[in-house]
């Protein structure tokens, strides 16, 4: 049996990709909406581990100055390094550049609660 890539959302702007056990998060039509062109990120140091509501970036946007927070818990397995040098990549609408991190260890029903649509 295959495992199916499911796309969920989160209400502050996030779009979360499971594939197998991986959890990708990156900032969503929405978000990028509500944040306007993003200028400038903040990169946490020593992310090892998140809880639900943790910073997973700070990011300065035409529109706002925010942090994005993780919708659930979960061990980071990948941070996307490229946001540090590059924050424009965060406007992208191409997921391959837009994502934030990767995420392990995830309760499942954690990521089924969040929505199916932006």
């Known amino acids: 049996m295959t495992a199916k890539n499911t796309m969920k959302y989160s209400e502050n702007g996030l ?12 900032l ?11 200028m400038f990120v903040e990169v946490p140091s020593d992310l090892n581990e998140v809880a639900t509501g943790d910073n997973l970036i700070g990011v300065e ?5 925010t942090e994005l927070t993780a919708p659930f818990s979960g061990k980071v397995s990948r941070f996307n390094e490229a946001l ?6 965060l406007n992208s609408p191409d997921p391959q550049d837009n994502w934030i991190l990767d995420l392990s260890e995830v309760d499942e029903a954690a990521f089924n609660a969040l929505s199916d649509t932006i």
């Open 84 to 89: 540090a040098d590059d924050p424009e990549k």
């Open 15 to 26: 779009w979360i990709l499971k594939d197998g056990s991986n959890y990708r998060i990156g």
């Open 61 to 65: 946007g035409a529109k706002a100055v």
């Open 28 to 38: 969503s039509e929405k978000g990028q909406d509500d944040l306007g062109e993003v």
